[in-house]
Structures are given as C-alpha cells and as structure tokens.
C-alpha cells in the first residue's frame, strides 16, 4: 500500500519511516531529504531551495512539484510520502500526478502530537551528516557524544532546528499544513495515529493501518 504521512515538523514522519523502510522494505519520498541533499551537493535546486528551508518557509510550489514528479516516475513497490503534500495546492497536483502514473494511496496518515513535545522534540534533535541517522539529545542519544553510531560520522544539529526557526515552521504548518487534514476527511483517506507515545507502539499503529 502506498501512503501519505503528515504531521507538524517533529511530529516522527522521518522515524517512522524509517522503521517502514526497514521493515515493510517500503520506499520514502521525503520532500526534506531530497532538498538537503540538493545543498549538500550545491545544485541549482539546492541553491534555490536552501533560502526558504533556512527561514522556516516552505519552498515554493513550483518546485516542489516538478521534483516530487520525477522521483515518483521512477519509484517501483510501495511508498511512503513524507512531507509532501505539504499544502491544498500540492494534493491537488499530487492527484494529477497520481491519475497520471495510474498509482493509488491507500492512507493519508496524519501523526497527532502536542506542541510542547513537537518543541522539544525538535530543539533535542541532532543528525548525522554524513548517513542522515537522526538521533536525539535525550531519547536517543548516540553512544559517543557528536558520533554517529551508524558510520562514525559528525552529528550536528539541523540549520532549522534553531529555536527562532523552529517557531516559524510550526507557523507555516498551521497556515497552509493543517488544512490538509480537512482535504483527505473529505478523500476518505484519512487516518489519525496518536504519535505522543513511544517509537515502537506509534510504529505499531501504523503497521495495524497498512497491513
Ligand atoms: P522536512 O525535513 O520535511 O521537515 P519537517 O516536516 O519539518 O519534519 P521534520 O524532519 O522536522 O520532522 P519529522 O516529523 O520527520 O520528525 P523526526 O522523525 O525527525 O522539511 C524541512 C524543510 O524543507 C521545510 O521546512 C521546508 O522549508 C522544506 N520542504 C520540505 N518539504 C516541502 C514541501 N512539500 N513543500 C515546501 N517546502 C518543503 O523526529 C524528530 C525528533 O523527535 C528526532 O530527534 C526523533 O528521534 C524524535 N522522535 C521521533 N519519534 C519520537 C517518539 N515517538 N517519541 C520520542 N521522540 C521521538
């Protein structure tokens, strides 16, 4: 089954789908992940992106959508769609593109969690910047302080973890992310999971919607 995760900035879209990746061998299309490794590689895309990602505001449409379309294009066996649709206007497209490529989402699957554990969530999160392992500060620390377990990489703190940064993301997803929910009640895709619980029964949940 193909899905839609969303949910607030911190809300565990990209640890969950992680554990889906490892364990349902599912592929993930995360909006994020692809921008951040366009300025790692300092692309065009990269470039235009990073000013956006830097303030906390969404990236505009017109691109998100072009590159959404190519990744989607090439993807075979089941996805998970992190971070995208991230606005009306992107279901909107991503409709189109669905009908287009004749693919099919079986659950928009919105991960409920409470702006104070967003707010920590978010500020305790560190990555690795070399594999991308996301750790946090007292949840899941690394075992070496500023070493990734996975490939002995340096484990930073992201640019938009900045607590001034952080405020405006969780404004942008209120103004143009939470109306999102309204779009797929109505599509009958929509599913809430309670993600203020631990990794492993919030995984669980979703296991339970997709099996
Ligand atoms: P993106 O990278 O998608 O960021 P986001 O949506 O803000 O989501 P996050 O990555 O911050 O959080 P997450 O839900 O994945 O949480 P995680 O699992 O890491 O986008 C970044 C930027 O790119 C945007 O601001 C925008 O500028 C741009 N962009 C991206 N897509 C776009 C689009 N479609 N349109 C326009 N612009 C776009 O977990 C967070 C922390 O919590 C971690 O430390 C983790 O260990 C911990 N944690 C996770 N689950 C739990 C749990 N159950 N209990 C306790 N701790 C937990």
Redesign the pocket.
Known sequence: MNIILF?A????????SSILIERKKMSQI????L?RAAIKNKTELGLQ?QS??DK????PDSI?IGMVEEVLKKNTGSIIL??????VN?AEALDGLLKKLQVKIGKAIFLEVPYQALLS??T??RVCKSCGT???IE??PSAKADICDSCGGDVVQRN?DKEDVIAN?LKTYEEFTMPLKNYYKKTGLYVEVD?N???EN?YMSISALIS
């Open positions: 949910g900035p911190g809300a565990g879209k990209g640890t969950q995360s909006t994020g992940d921008f992106a956006y990602m906390g505001e969404l990236v998100v992190d971070g995208f649709p991230r606005t992107q969530r978010l305790g999160r996301v750790y946090h949840s899941k938009d993301r993600g619980r631990d990794t919030v």
